[in-house]
């Protein structure tokens, strides 16, 4: 189970840093004078495909979940 958390959190944090990373670019670019607009949406629309990546990845860990749970109540 340790090592299970560990994975499952080293995979659930890895989208959560290029989010932040993307979200932090686009906010010093509007900071910028002489922003780019064609850069920020590309910013954002990297960060929000890493956001369904993570919404994927927890509804996939919620599935184990219930399927494990659901092996140990079918054993008893």
Do not use: C, W
């Amino acid at each position: 189970l340790k090592e299970f958390a560990h994975a499952v959190s080293h995979d659930l944090k890895e989208p959560l840093r290029t989010i932040s990373g993307f979200l932090s670019l686009a906010s010093q670019q509007l900071q910028a004078e002489n922003f780019k607009k064609d850069e920020i949406v590309t910013m954002l629309s990297f960060a929000a495909k890493r956001a369904n990546d993570l919404d994927s990845l927890i509804n996939d860990v919620l599935e184990y979940s219930r399927l494990s749970h659901a092996d140990v109540k079918m054993s008893s």
